[in-house]
């Protein structure tokens, strides 16, 4: 069975620019989460969904930050513009009880 | 204060020690208990997960919850050097389909 997939693996961009991440979840799992992993610490959560409901984005920066899951399966996450502090791991988990997650998309701002 | 307490690393022990990791919470709604191994530049991958306290035993991982004292161990028995990553422990309030809260994780490293 394919686990989560993630894409792109590596993003580098100059600030001010734009950066959008994709997920595609394990098939199935109808929860589908965002998480932000700074170097040397944990996964933060940024927004859950739940089907293509976000029920959970308290975390996510909504100046700069938005996500959408069409149709309740792939999710984009999109900053726009990008600041320097926002280099980080941006991982992608889903779920139908027990969390998996991607790979991860390691951002680095200019 | 974090609401997960995870101990610093670096760890480095030699290859067929027995290593015990932990972790300290302060949340009394945490219910569901979950042990990720992370390679460098990859995503964390689930080892353990528990939803009780006391013991859980998977090949050479056991994880150990003690609700009583909100701690959480992961013990390796027989490290190998493959077993050389950053530990994560994680919580969560129910089944784990809500957020989970993670530690800061735990680098180990098992010389050979």
């Known amino acids: 069975e394919a686990g989560v997939v993630q894409s792109p693996r590596y993003k580098i961009i100059e600030k001010k620019q734009p950066v959008a991440f994709w997920c595609n979840p394990i098939s199935g799992h109808n929860t589908l989460y965002w998480y932000l992993q700074n170097l040397g610490q944990g996964p933060e959560l940024l927004i859950r969904?739940?089907?293509?409901?976000?029920?959970?984005d308290s975390q996510l920066p909504k100046d700069r930050f938005s996500a959408e899951r069409l149709k309740g399966v792939d999710s984009t996450l999109k900053i726009q513009p990008a600041e320097l502090g926002d280099s980080a791991v941006y991982l992608c988990?889903?779920?139908?009880?027990?969390?998996?997650f991607g790979p991860g998309t390691r951002l680095t701002v200019t | 204060q974090k609401e997960v307490e995870q101990d610093p690393g670096p760890l480095s022990v030699p290859e067929g020690a027995i290593v015990s990791l932990n972790c300290t919470y302060s949340n009394s709604a945490f219910q569901y208990f979950m042990w990720y191994r992370q390679y460098s530049r990859k995503g964390p991958e689930l080892l353990m997960y528990t939803y009780s306290s006391g013991n859980k035993e998977d090949g050479r991982f056991t994880a150990q919850v003690d609700k009583s004292s909100k701690y959480i161990s992961l013990f390796i028995r027989d490290s190998q050097p493959s077993d050389s990553a950053t530990y994560l422990c994680?919580?969560?309030?129910?089944?784990?389909?809500?957020?989970?809260?993670f530690g800061s994780g735990t680098r180990l490293q098992v010389q050979p």
């Open positions: 994680a919580t969560g309030e129910d089944t784990g389909r809500r957020a989970l809260t």
């Open positions: 969904y739940e089907n293509e409901e976000a029920v959970d």
């Open positions: 988990a889903s779920s139908l009880g027990e969390q998996y």
